[in-house]
């Protein structure tokens, strides 16, 4: 089976768990294609999708949006999952996070199987008005790879049922 894992990234983060959702299910035995969402153009050659976006002020980023948007009438005939990843603190690893509006909307236009909020990442070196301001209290790093590889292994149960 074909997955594609289409990411919205602007620090890195969130292309960066992308890339370990992609090495988890190519490890299960799929065939996964991790790419920037604004790369996508069709989605023909794949069964299945993941749409992973970071988060910025509450706002799931634009072109995961885009994507849903534009690809909305093929995203509804086959399986597809939704990302969100920025939390700046373990609280996405300690309990499930309800999806930001955006994301909901997404949900609900396409049909997806699921949701989830993974924690994010910032590096304390960020560049930019908001996220240097940011980075001086909430730097780091918390995408928990044992909750991704749990996730993982409950969407590959889903498309094996």
């Known amino acids: 089976m074909r997955i594609l894992v289409a990411y919205g990234s602007k620090r890195g983060g969130t292309a960066g ?3 370990m959702i992609g090495k988890e ?8 294609t991790v ?14 999708a993941i749409i992973a976006g970071a988060l910025y002020a509450g706002r799931w980023h634009r072109d995961a ?8 009438d093929r995203l509804r005939g086959m399986p597809v999952w939704l990302v969100a990843s920025g939390p700046l603190d373990d609280s996405a690893a300690t309990r499930e996070i309800p999806p930001v509006r955006h994301v909901a909307w997404a949900a609900a236009r396409i049909g997806a199987r699921g949701q989830v909020t993974f924690g994010g990442r ?18 780091g790093d918390w995408r928990d790879l044992v909750q991704i590889k749990t996730w993982v292994g409950r969407v590959a149960e889903s498309l094996n049922s």
């Open 17 to 19: 768990l992308a890339q």
């Open 65 to 72: 949006r885009s994507l849903v948007r534009q690809q909305a």
């Open 122 to 139: 910032l590096a304390p070196d960020a560049t930019g008005f908001m996220a240097a301001a940011m980075a001086k209290k909430r730097s």
């Open 35 to 48: 790419k920037p969402a604004g790369e996508v153009r069709a989605l023909d050659d794949v069964d299945a």
């Open 25 to 32: 299910l190519t490890a299960l035995g799929y065939q996964a």
